[in-house]
């Protein structure tokens, strides 16, 4: 079993580059932003609790966001490991995460922290669009649409997110720099910690983190079309 956190501010491409690793290994993408808006599409109380901390650029409180995230990977699918996505975001969360994994035997292996500039990181997030109908992403700064608000895929309508406005963006940025950043610390004093570029391109990104933990890019890349 082998367990990757995998950290890095708002629009550092964590999302992305969780799902390119997990599909190159055999590890599961485990996002806590997943978990919280399966749960508002589904109605829940919590969902609704968690969503007006994200529309603040807030943190959802430690014990909702622990409560979810040990139930998701007690689940089959992650027996192999798991790479998670947006958690720990606190030093309690990662405690808390260290706690439940020594109960099964298991520990935290590798730490990979995606580091973009802050300047970058308010354009890819406030230029941020998605499709209402595929779900298809843009961004107004580096990869817009080629009609304003019209998704190239299936002519949907392109809509922005609550949490991605500026002024919101700029607040989630503080909040992750002065609560979670911490973290950075923290698994570089246990040896955890491997520093990767995020700026450079997806690909490049996603191989550089495979050499991190000792994985042969070559013998993972994705098949040719």
Same mark, same amino acid.
């Given at each position: 079993?082998?367990?990757?956190?995998?950290?890095?501010?708002?629009?550092?491409g964590?999302?992305t580059?969780? %799902?390119?690793?997990?599909?190159?290994?055999?590890?599961?993408?485990?996002?806590?932003g997943?978990l919280f808006?399966?749960a508002l599409?589904e109605?829940?109380?919590l969902?609704?609790?968690?969503k007006?901390?994200?529309?603040?650029?807030?943190?959802?409180?430690?014990?909702?966001?622990?409560?979810?995230?040990?139930?998701?990977i007690?689940?089959?699918d992650?027996?192999?490991g798991?790479?998670?996505d947006?958690?720990?975001? /606190?030093l309690?969360?990662?405690t808390?995460?260290?706690?439940?994994?020594?109960?099964?035997?298991?520990?935290?292996?590798?730490v990979l922290?995606?580091?973009?500039?802050?300047?970058?990181?308010?354009?890819r997030?406030a230029?941020?669009?998605?499709c209402?109908?595929?779900?298809?992403?843009?961004?107004?700064?580096?990869?817009?649409?080629h009609r304003?608000?019209?998704?190239?895929?299936?002519t949907g %309508?392109?809509?922005?997110?609550s949490?991605?406005?500026?002024?919101?963006?700029?607040?989630?940025?503080?909040?992750?720099?002065t609560?979670?950043?911490?973290?950075?610390?923290?698994?570089k004093?246990q040896?955890l910690?491997?520093?990767?570029?995020?700026q450079?391109?997806?690909?490049?990104?996603a191989?550089?983190?495979l050499?991190?933990?000792?994985i042969?890019?070559?013998l /993972?890349a994705?098949? %040719?079309?």
């Amino acid at each position: 079993m082998t367990n990757v956190i995998l950290l890095g501010p708002p629009g550092a491409g964590k999302g992305t580059q969780a %799902k390119t690793l997990s599909e190159r290994t055999s590890l599961s993408h485990v996002a806590s932003g997943d978990l919280f808006r399966a749960a508002l599409s589904e109605g829940t109380e919590l969902g609704l609790l968690a969503k007006s901390y994200m529309d603040r650029g807030e943190l959802v409180p430690d014990e909702v966001v622990i409560g979810m995230i040990l139930e998701r990977i007690a689940q089959p699918d992650c027996a192999n490991g798991v790479i998670f996505d947006g958690f720990p975001r /606190t030093l309690e969360q990662a405690t808390a995460l260290e706690q439940a994994l020594a109960k099964h035997g298991s520990t935290i292996d590798a730490v990979l922290y995606l580091f973009v500039p802050q300047d970058v990181l308010l354009r890819r997030i406030a230029g941020r669009q998605t499709c209402k109908t595929c779900g298809a992403t843009y961004n107004i700064y580096y990869f817009p649409s080629h009609r304003p608000g019209i998704c190239d895929a299936c002519t949907g %309508k392109l809509y922005q997110r609550s949490d991605d406005s500026l002024e919101t963006a700029q607040n989630r940025l503080d909040v992750y720099f002065t609560q979670t950043a911490p973290l950075i610390e923290y698994y570089k004093q246990q040896g955890l910690l491997h520093e990767i570029d995020g700026q450079r391109e997806i690909s490049l990104v996603a191989d550089a983190m495979l050499l991190a933990l000792n994985i042969n890019p070559e013998l /993972t890349a994705p098949p %040719k079309e």
